[in-house]
Nanobody, 125 residues
């Protein structure tokens, strides 16, 4: 069983910053990419950012480009999401995910095999 544990969520004022972490552990698995998605109340889950584990290519949703940065630590099987200039519309539960193969687009939830439980991010105005 693969486990993903997110941390770093919380309450922050608009314009502030948070750094999310997601550590993957469990039985041996391959990692092609890791990503972050988010789901706000009453809305569908949406793509935020992803990183290809080999080479470090990154992908971002237009809504977070220039404000969020995804990075990874291969040795620790951990992915980070640095979130700056946060806006109230960034409020959501943030989920990390692991894609074991190169199947699908990095922005598609179908490309990921394992998911974390989520961490709440609340941005007050």
């Amino acid at each position: 069983q693969v486990q993903l544990v997110e941390s770093g969520g919380g309450l922050v004022q608009a314009g502030g910053s948070l750094r999310l972490s997601c550590a993957a552990s469990g039985r041996a698995f391959s990692t092609y990419r890791m990503g972050w998605f988010r789901q706000a109340p009453g809305k569908e889950r949406e793509f935020v950012a992803a990183i290809r584990w080999s080479g470090g290519t990154t992908y971002y949703a237009d809504s977070v480009k220039g404000r969020f940065t995804i990075s990874g630590d291969n040795a620790k099987n951990t992915v980070y999401l640095q979130m700056n200039s946060l806006k109230p519309e960034d409020t959501a539960v943030y989920y990390c995910a692991v894609g074991a193969s190169g199947y699908g687009w990095a922005s598609s939830s179908a490309a990921y095999d394992y998911w974390g439980q989520g961490t709440q991010v609340t941005v007050s105005s």
